[in-house]
């Protein structure tokens, strides 16, 4: 069964660190593309950081030098993390795990607050 499962989210001061992280399991993850997305109140949902089966990284230029995207391939299951230091009031949001052919699957969000 495919299914996509963060946890790690919460509330943080500006200038901390946290590390969501998502649980992807079906065997399509360990081949796919994974990727973070975020979405605050009233904007669209944006993309944040892409890994590639091969470890490939790439970064909205808005986190690149304070965020970290990884992966550990197990399993039937892709571990996926984003680790998240100088946290700033914008990077307020839900974050999203993704992946999959065509990058189909989601899953439900994790909350990430950054306010004193």
Known sequence: QVQLVESGGGLV?????????????????????MRWYRQAPGK??????????????????????RFTISRDNAKNTVYLYLQMNRLKPGDTAVYYCNG?????????GTQVTVSS
Do not use: H, M
């Open 100 to 108: 999959g052919v065509a990058g189909s699957y989601w899953g439900q």
């Open 44 to 65: 669209r949902r944006e993309l944040v950081a892409a890994i590639t089966s091969g470890g490939d990284t790439n970064y909205a230029d808005s986190v690149k030098g």
């Open 13 to 33: 001061q500006p200038g901390g660190s946290l590390r969501p992280s998502c649980a992807a399991s079906g065997s399509i993850f360990s081949i796919s593309t």
